[in-house]
């Protein structure tokens, strides 16, 4: 007899607390006690508050926080945390800013600060004169944007401009309209969304079209975080490993397979300080990697050149919607306590940092790539995450790991061998 096919139609599922679901997730796939103990432990996070954070929750995951030293960035000495799964990304961004720090660290800008919402219009016969007549309308569309959210007008933000855009599609021209707005410490998708949903209807009016989507632009290219660093030829190992570096960005500014890699290595760091400051990851790599392609090609999001004095000068400019305010960076409490270990007191200077951090990662991973190889630094971090696979626990993971690299084979077998022999 075939057994009953389960079903995943669960019926009010959202409605029970994370412990029922978890019994009922349990149940379906058949999880073991140790299991079903293991996610019921939600460590440091309020299960009232995971409950509220998203829907259906069962569990947590931890993703381990670590802390970057040695960064000076615009004259000030930060500990920056990375909350990352991945090992060498922390050592990676200590390494590199260790290398610069005598010669000044990173000095970092930010363009004006705007997120951008976009309002589309179909439907019109006169795509060109409908542009205008909702450019005319600028005065009236500020102060029906800035009504919808008078707290961020009262804190200095607001409407700053307006941009209407032709777009040619497959269903025809259509009038897009732009609208920038500084959201000062916040992220600000629920600021510009909001703004956008509230004006469509009179755009509807003003041209005759028809509205669809009313939502913001991820590519936020008047958010622009800049930073720059010279690392001294001398404190990085000479002529050779400087040119190094130069030729691998030079191969991933030439071939979009290359600067795929190349700016994966500066979303490791990036991302990591995103999410331990409780910012949205998908946002800001989906803006990253846009930007990275508006030259009509993927590029890469760093820039590497040599000073006159022979040095190595890295830069990176870079979308980065990132707030102190709303959403996760507020209620999460170990987003929190990162915001206070940043010591950060505006969303600009969070996305500065950020954007240092970035570049200090691509100089490592730059630095590691055209000199030793990026396995060797990899592979004994990566070896202690094998040893534990074999069950070492304390002291025995550095040995055992050592032992691996010593031998050169990073495998759960052989360290499950080599464990046993260390326990005797
Ligand atoms: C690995 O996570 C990141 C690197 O591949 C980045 C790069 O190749 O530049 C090392």
């Given amino acids: 007899m075939n057994p009953t096919p389960k079903s995943a139609r ?18 379906f796939s058949e999880l073991t006690a140790d299991e079903v103990a293991h996610l019921g432990n939600m460590g440091n996070l309020d299960p009232h508050l ?33 909350a990352t799964e991945e090992s060498s990304v922390v050592a990676a961004v200590c390494n590199a800013a260790r290398q610069c720090y005598e010669a000044g660290g990173f000095t970092t800008s930010m363009s004006e600060a705007m ?38 007008v009262k804190l200095g933000g607001g409407l700053r401009d307006v941009d209407v855009r032709l777009v040619d599609s497959a269903g025809g021209r259509m009038v897009v309209t732009h609208l920038m707005v500084d959201t000062r410490d916040a992220m600000g998708a629920n600021a510009v969304n909001s703004m956008a949903e509230k004006l469509a209807p009179q755009i ?42 130069i030729s691998a ?23 990591a300080v995103v999410l331990a400051t409780g910012n949205d990851t998908r946002a800001v790599e989906a803006g990253a990697h846009a930007y990275a392609a508006r030259h009509g090609r993927y590029g890469s999001l760093t820039d590497w050149e040599v000073t006159p004095s ?41 996305a500065r940092v950020i954007a240092a951090v970035g570049l200090a990662q691509n100089f490592s991973a730059l630095k590691a790539l055209a000199t030793t190889g990026i396995q060797k630094g990899h592979m004994s971090l990566h070896a202690q995450n094998i040893a534990m696979m074999a069950g070492a626990r304390g002291e025995e993971v550095a040995r055992v790991a050592a032992i691996l690299v010593a031998q050169g084979t990073v495998r759960v077998d052989v360290a499950e061998a080599e464990l046993a022999k260390l326990r005797g």
């Avoid at 931890?62 to 500990?79: F, Q, Y």
């Avoid at 960005?249 to 760091?269: E, I, L, S």
Wanted: proline letters at 4%; one cysteine or more.
């Fill in 10 to 27: 669960i019926s009010g599922f959202h409605k029970k607390t994370p412990a029922e679901r978890l019994a009922a997730v349990a149940e």
């Fill in 310 to 350: 022979g040095d190595l000068a890295g830069s990176i400019e870079i979308p980065m919607a990132v707030g102190l305010v709303g959403g996760a960076t507020k209620l999460h409490p170990t987003a929190r306590a990162c915001l206070r270990i940043l010591g950060v007191t505006t969303a600009e200077r969070l």
């Fill in 50 to 82: 995971a409950d509220h954070l998203i829907e259906n929750v069962i569990a947590t995951m931890n993703v381990p926080v670590g802390v970057a030293t040695n960064l000076r960035i615009d004259g000030e000495d930060m500990l920056v945390p990375m």
């Fill in 249 to 271: 960005y030079q191969f991933a500014a030439a071939d979009p397979y290359r600067a795929a890699t190349h700016n994966k290595g500066v979303m490791n760091g990036i991302s």
């Fill in 115 to 152: 997120m951008i919402a976009q309002v589309q219009l179909v439907g019109v016969s006169d795509p060109v004169h409908a542009r205008l007549r909702i450019l005319e309308k600028r005065d009236e569309i500020k102060a029906l944007c800035d009504a919808c959210d008078p707290v961020l």
């Fill in 204 to 245: 509807e009016a003003w041209t005759g079209g028809r509205v669809y989507l009313r939502i913001l632009s991820n590519l936020a290219d008047r958010r622009l975080a800049r930073a720059r660093a010279v690392w001294r030829c001398a404190d990085i190992g000479g002529e050779a490993v400087r040119d190094g570096i």
